[in-house]
């Protein structure tokens, strides 16, 4: 798929954030080249317009840099997540580095930076990202390269991110592993999240897990992945993440598999029901 580009200005650089553990998040970017059939931000930023075009359209917010040295002059310090409803590290980023000149800013102003990726990219910048001010998140599905294609066609391949994990984490940077979306019946078997925990032990990674969060414009963009994976599956999927006791049990696997490895482990929204 071809990613058609624009640019913008934006008033502000960093938003306050409601995720657990942020004060703020920082998008360089509207649009993420990586289209995961899964993602949600088109249903949170605008409904079947964007979902019907996510993956394929990403527009720069130019001047994010000159707003955000502003910025943090002024604001109260708190950690910044880059990012949040795109991937600081997507394609376009290579070229433009706004995201590169951002975390530069935030470091120099002692803002701690915790970056979410699913692109090798964010190795370019690994002079900028250290231990004190900096950790890194990257996030695994699967290990399994046909279905990766499938859910996540633009991001790097998952050796290239274990890869990521590796680096950072040799380097003394903290690294966690976020193991998500886990979708019943995909992703969920005791074997693929072995094989995604065993990078979280190898890379002394701590597991953050999150389940599928199964908006409109996700369900329909999942549905032709469905399709092909699991027939039998497709109609039933929004009834199975509706069912409390699917999730619930999807929690103890992970929990159990993590406790054997001696991994850290954490649900990304505990207070989602039936999570503990
Ligand atoms: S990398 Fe993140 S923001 Fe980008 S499409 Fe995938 S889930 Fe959405």
Avoid at 188 to 216: F, G, H
Wanted: with cysteine; proline share 6%; net charge positive.
């Amino acid at each position: 798929m071809s990613t058609k580009y624009s640019t913008g200005v934006c008033r502000t650089a960093l938003s306050v954030s409601k995720l657990p553990g942020l004060r703020y998040s920082l998008n360089p970017y509207v649009g993420c080249e990586h289209g995961c059939r899964y993602c949600y931000v088109p249903d949170i930023l605008g409904g079947e317009k964007l979902a019907f075009k996510w993956g394929s359209t990403v527009k720069a917010k130019k001047n994010i840099a000159e707003v955000l040295a502003r910025e943090v002059m002024k604001k109260p310090k708190g950690i910044v997540g880059v990012s949040t409803i795109c991937d600081p590290y997507q394609p376009i980023e290579a070229k433009l580095m706004l995201t590169r000149r951002c975390i530069e800013i935030l470091a120099q102003h002692d803002f701690p930076v915790s970056i979410q990726t699913k692109s090798k990219l964010v190795l370019r910048d690994a002079d900028m990202i250290v231990p004190e001010k900096f950790d890194v998140g990257v996030t695994i599905s699967t290990m399994d390269l046909k279905l990766v294609s499938r859910l996540e066609p633009g991001a790097s391949l998952p050796d290239e991110r274990v890869q990521v994990l590796e680096e950072f984490s040799s380097r003394g940077v903290e690294t966690w592993l976020f193991l998500g979306p886990i979708i019943p019946g995909i992703n969920d078997s005791e074997e693929s999240m072995t094989q995604v925990i065993d990078v979280a032990a190898r890379t002394r990674s701590k597991i953050i897990y999150d389940r599928l969060n199964p908006k409109r414009w996700v369900m329909d963009r999942l549905a032709p992945v469905l399709t092909k994976e699991r027939p039998d599956l497709a109609e039933r999927l929004s009834d199975f993440m509706r069912d409390g006791s699917v999730w619930r049990q999807i929690c103890l696997r992970v929990e159990s598999i993590c406790r054997e490895l001696g991994i850290k482990c954490e649900a990304a929204f505990p207070n989602w029901p039936n999570t503990r």
